[in-house]
């Protein structure tokens, strides 16, 4: 996979590029990530990129032309790439889209700062696309969201083999609860069924563990799902346990 940014910062991501499953995606040739400086592509004396709104008001806008001089340049150099802004007005960033976008061969994204970008380079966008509903300083923090989210779906990227495939979302179930030593932590144990050794028991406990997580925490993510009849059925326990619970 090969990833495009187009920043006035493109500093912000060495730290990210330079740690963790990204940096070993990177040397291992699972990805490439070519940060671009708009600012490259902006003439004039003062190479500005950015410049008051039509109409007044606060704030500056991107001017149109560094930016789309950025885009062509990223577009030669990443040819089967579609181009994203990042945008609080783009469509949501959530799991299913991060598994569309890994199966790309070319993402470039670009970093609007400012109080916008001007409208006129939506002609240059193929996608908007955002991390969330609320308002960042600039798109750059979302890009980082976004490749990071990707690339571990891509394969090989994760050391375990079906590390990806069985984490939160995949089946839009939170993540079942985790231990690891030491068996007692501040007067707690673990679940007697981790140490049984009976690795189908081990499964039902995590599917039942995700599921009542999943009802606690995130109801919404039920509401859409189909359930299995084993999820079904373990839903079925545990309201009737409260029913017991409620009635005496
Ligand atoms: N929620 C997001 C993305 C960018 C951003 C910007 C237009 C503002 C939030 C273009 C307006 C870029 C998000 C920069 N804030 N701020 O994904």
Known sequence: MNFGILTIFPEIFDSFLAHGIIR??????????????????????????????????????????????????????IPDGIVILLSPQGRPFTQPLAQELALRNGLIFVCGRYEGVDERIYAHIDDEISVGDYVLTGGEP????IIDAVTRLLPDALGGADSAESDSFSDQLLEFA???????????????????????DIASWRLESSLIRTLLKRPDLLEGKKLSDREKAVLKKWCRAVEQLISG
Do not use: C, W
């Open 24 to 77: 070993r995606a990177i040397e291992s040739g699972i990805i490439r990530v070519t940060p671009v400086n708009i600012r490259d592509f902006a003439g004039g004396k003062h190479r500005t990129t950015d410049d008051r709104p039509y109409g007044g008001g606060a704030g500056m806008v991107m001017k149109p032309e560094p930016l789309t001089e950025a885009i062509a340049h990223a577009r030669k150099r």
């Open 142 to 145: 979302a890009a980082m969201v």
């Open 178 to 200: 985790q231990y690891t030593r030491p068996p007692v932590f501040e007067g707690e144990g673990i679940p007697d069924v981790l140490l049984s050794g009976n690795h189908a």
